[in-house]
């Protein structure tokens, strides 16, 4: 059996500077808990097959969601939403933020865009 570990998500979020670059914090089963900074806008995308949760942890998430799907989010610490696959959004820090997500380890960041913030080999903390 593999050892038990406790994390510290203060700690587990020092560990780490760039932004926009998710850490792999553990598995359960398919999925992964991933930790990642934000800092401004990302690009919209969707996932055609993957639901991903946002928990943030610190600062303020907006999710940009178009109109059809409710329109625009916005999150505090301690609030998730859970986006699910084939909805098109486009993750907003303000200005900052830190958030855990939760999803399918198949699961890429940047979905169905691929460009220079693509991260196909995550690291884990």
């Known amino acids: 059996m593999p050892a ?3 994390v510290n998500l203060s700690d587990a979020f020092g560990t780490f500077q760039d932004a926009w670059s998710p ?3 553990g598995d359960i089963n398919d ?3 991933k930790l990642a900074k934000l800092e401004g806008s990302f690009h919209w ?3 055609d097959e993957e639901d991903e949760l946002f ?3 610190k600062g303020t998430l907006r999710m940009r969601l178009r109109d059809e799907d409710g329109g625009d989010v916005v999150l505090s610490a301690g609030e998730y939403l859970i986006v699910p696959h084939g909805v098109e959004h486009c993750p907003v820090a303000e200005p900052a933020c ?3 997500l939760f999803e399918r380890n198949s699961t890429l960041n940047t979905g169905n865009l ?3 913030r693509t991260i196909r080999d995550l690291q884990r903390l």
């Open 98 to 100: 830190e958030v855990l």
């Open 4 to 6: 038990l570990k406790k």
């Open 23 to 25: 850490r792999i914090g």
């Open 114 to 116: 691929e460009n220079e």
């Open 55 to 57: 928990l943030v942890i």
């Open 31 to 33: 999925f992964q808990i």
């Open 45 to 47: 995308h969707h996932h």
